[in-house]
């Protein structure tokens, strides 16, 4: 699919809004956006040209070239707290640097319809929450659609 704007299901980010209450929308445009405040790869809103500090971000950047997202949401992670949906590629060096620097893994039990695709998302999706840490991450599979964060 040549598409790499897989919008985020409202239902999904309302239940991740629940317990985060974000404030920043880290990857999105004036199409998609899930929060008011948001970055993406406009020219006045470029998310690699921004330094958020005491954010609460919400991340789904495009799948197309995950690994400069990875490295942004770990370092905008420094400063903030950041929830990011990504494919569960983990065969892939991007995925195994979020693994490494998350302190919470969830699995998504069910595949995300995302917003104005003609086809199912092919892989699965997991969310990380990347912060600094000394052990090894919390992993769980959550099943969205049938239950709250």
């Known amino acids: 699919m040549s598409n790499q704007n897989w919008e985020t299901p409202w239902e999904l980010f309302y239940k ?4 985060f209450d974000f404030t920043l929308d880290g990857a ?3 199409t998609n956006f899930k929060v008011a405040n948001y970055y993406g790869l406009d020219n006045n809103r470029d998310a690699f040209n921004q330094d958020p500090h005491r954010e609460i971000i919400f991340c789904n950047p495009p799948y197309a070239d995950m690994a400069p997202w990875a490295g942004l949401v770990i370092q905008w992670s420094y400063d903030n707290i ?6 569960d590629k983990t065969d892939t060096k991007w995925f195994k640097y979020l693994w490494e620097h ?3 893994v969830r699995f998504l039990h069910h595949r995300v319809p995302f917003i104005g695709t003609k ?3 092919m892989h699965g999706a997991t969310i990380f929450i990347p912060v600094p840490r000394l052990s090894k991450p919390v992993v769980d599979i959550w099943d969205w659609q049938n239950e709250e964060w």
């Open 28 to 30: 999105a445009d004036s």
């Open 119 to 121: 086809t199912s998302n």
């Open 82 to 87: 950041v929830a990011v949906l990504t494919q």
């Open 16 to 19: 991740l809004d629940r317990p």
């Open 102 to 104: 998350s302190s919470r």
